[in-house]
C-alpha cells in the first residue's frame, strides 16, 4: 500500500489534544493518529450505509402486519423448551 504525503492545518487546541494522545501511550506519532480516526470514520460510514440498506429493504418489504408482542414471547418460550 503506498502513501502520500499531506501537510494539514490544526488549530493550538488540536494540536495539544493530539500530543497528549501521544504521550499517553495510544499513538507513536501524529500520523499514526490522524490514520485512526481515518479508518474510524470509514467504518463509521460503512456502519451507517448498512443501517441505511436495511432500512431501505424494510422499507421494500411491503405493507406492515400487526405484531402481538405476547404471542411472540411464547413462541420464543416454546421453542426453548
Not at 494539514?8 to 490514520?35: C, F, M, P, V
Not at 463509521?44 to 441505511?52: F, P
Request: charged residues 35%.
Amino acid at each position: 500500500m503506498g502513501t502520500v504525503r499531506k501537510t494539514i492545518t490544526l488549530t493550538d487546541q488540536q494540536d495539544t489534544w493530539i500530543k497528549a494522545q501521544i504521550e499517553a501511550g495510544h499513538y507513536t506519532n501524529d500520523s499514526e493518529y490522524i490514520r485512526d480516526l481515518i479508518r474510524r470514520e470509514q467504518e463509521r460510514n460503512a456502519e451507517i450505509e448498512t443501517i441505511r440498506a436495511a432500512l431501505a429493504e424494510g422499507e421494500a418489504s411491503g405493507e406492515p402486519r400487526p405484531f402481538d408482542v405476547n404471542t411472540f414471547k411464547q413462541r420464543m418460550r416454546s421453542s426453548r423448551g
